[in-house]
């Protein structure tokens, strides 16, 4: 993996985030009603719930938390299911967010869901807390309005 595409893959993730945060702000001036047009809602989803799968993978050397940026509006419920995907003999990854106090353990083959308010806005770095070299990212908090 080269820097220009690990660079590219940043951007794809930011258009990406800027488009939900984009989606959601449209669909709150709509109103909860949902239109027709709308795909249906996860069936375990609650509402005000946002919910996200991570995944850490291998990609040449590196192992990567991926997506790397997450973004969620202040005081949302967030709800994380961590998949530790990365082959070969060490088959647990860390998960952490500091900011939050969240420390996991991921071992492969046992995804982990883990759930927490956002009630802290800001931008907050994930990473795993038991390899250093291990690719982290970031929590978007956006405070609220
Ligand atoms: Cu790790």
Redesign the pocket.
């Known amino acids: 993996m080269t820097k220009v595409m690990l660079k590219t893959m940043g951007a794809i993730a930011a258009v990406a985030v800027s488009m939900l945060l984009g989606a959601n702000r449209i669909a709150m001036a709509q109103g909860a009603a949902p239109s027709a047009a709308a795909a249906p809602a996860p069936a375990m989803e609650e509402p005000g719930t946002r919910s996200f799968t991570l995944v850490s993978v291998e990609v040449d050397d590196a192992?990567i938390w991926l997506p790397s940026v997450i973004a969620v509006e202040q005081g949302d419920k967030v709800k994380l299911t961590l998949k530790n995907l990365v082959p070969g003999a060490v088959n647990q990854?860390?998960f952490t967010i500091p900011a939050y106090n969240i420390t996991e353990v991921v071992t492969r083959g046992e995804p982990k869901t883990i759930t927490f308010v956002a009630d802290k806005a800001g931008v907050f770095p994930f990473s795993?807390q038991?390899?250093p070299a291990?690719i982290g990212g970031s929590l978007i908090v956006e405070p609220k309005k």
């Open positions: 192992k990854h860390g795993c038991l390899h291990h």
